[in-house]
């Protein structure tokens, strides 16, 4: 098992606000988290954390690329998208008008510039790359079952599908590790199981980190390989989800709740 990513006694404060304290968190390659709390327990604010939307007020955040470790504090959210993280909204945040494909397309140019000259004259290294780009771009979209999408605004998408394009849109950086933030929020069943599957073939086929935050407990219990429970900005307790169902702090913590 490979540390990919660590947390060091993580906190922040908004004025007297501890939102998240003293976290010591790790996420391995190719390992499926599960991030789960009652509300305001702080779960959105950690991922701002990890993903530099926030500094911390102490402690610190960590990624290793084998042997190498580089420290994430004072990098801003690009430059850790540069470092192979990606995230996906609460909030569904597309480029709601332009299309589908251009949305793909978009993220991986952000995350992958071309090279100035060749983008300035156009040369033939310039248009095979923009080919490339687009080949990948349609089978990523193929794999999420979009590809008769593609050319269709983003903004006339069905609910489910923007929030599995703001997927598609995470993954073509390329990233080591992928933050969802509740991405079934708003969902119905069967979107839910649909988007269960495909996160677990997300994580097979690229062989990433996933780190998920979510409510439905059917779908984390389902898919981590490990969870970890915070209440209070705290961590409660973390383990393979059966422990954690059996966690008697966790059972207290959602008293009256199905776990
Ligand atoms: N920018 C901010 N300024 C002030 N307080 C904040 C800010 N962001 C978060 N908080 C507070 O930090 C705490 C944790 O919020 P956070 O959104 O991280 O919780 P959460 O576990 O993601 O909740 P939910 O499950 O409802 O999304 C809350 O008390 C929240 O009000």
Do not use: W
Request: proline share 5%.
């Amino acid at each position: 098992m490979t540390t990919i990513l660590k947390t060091h006694d993580l906190s922040i404060a908004f004025g007297g606000v501890i939102a998240v304290d003293q976290v010591n968190i790790e996420a391995h390659d190719n390992e499926l988290i599960g991030l789960i709390g009652p509300n305001g327990a702080g779960k959105t604010t950690l991922f701002n954390l990890l993903t530099g939307v926030y500094q911390p007020t102490s402690g610190t955040v960590a990624m290793f690329d084998g042997q190498r470790l580089s420290e994430m504090n004072g990098l801003p959210p690009h430059r850790r998208a540069q470092q192979g993280m990606a995230r996906t909204f609460q909030n569904i945040r597309l480029f709601t008008s332009r299309t589908v494909l251009e949305n793909v397309l978009i993220a991986m140019t952000i995350s992958s510039p071309a090279q100035t000259v060749g983008a300035l004259f156009r040369t033939p290294k310039f248009y095979q790359q923009e080919t490339d780009k687009k080949q990948r771009a349609l089978a990523l979209l193929a794999m999420f079952d979009m590809a008769n999408v593609a050319n269709e605004l983003a903004c006339n998408l069905p609910y489910g599908q923007q929030r599995r394009l703001e997927i598609v849109r995470a993954l073509a950086t390329k990233p080591k590790i992928l933050f969802l933030d509740e991405p079934a929020a708003g969902m119905n069943p069967q979107e839910t199981q649909a988007l269960t599957e495909l996160i677990q073939q997300v994580q097979t086929q690229f062989k990433m980190t996933i780190i998920l935050i979510e409510h439905d407990m059917n779908l984390v219990m389902a898919i981590s390989q490990r969870v970890y429970v915070l209440e209070y900005g705290k961590v409660l307790a973390s383990g393979t989800p059966s422990e954690i169902q059996q966690h008697p702090a966790v059972i207290k913590a959602y008293l009256g709740e199905e776990i």
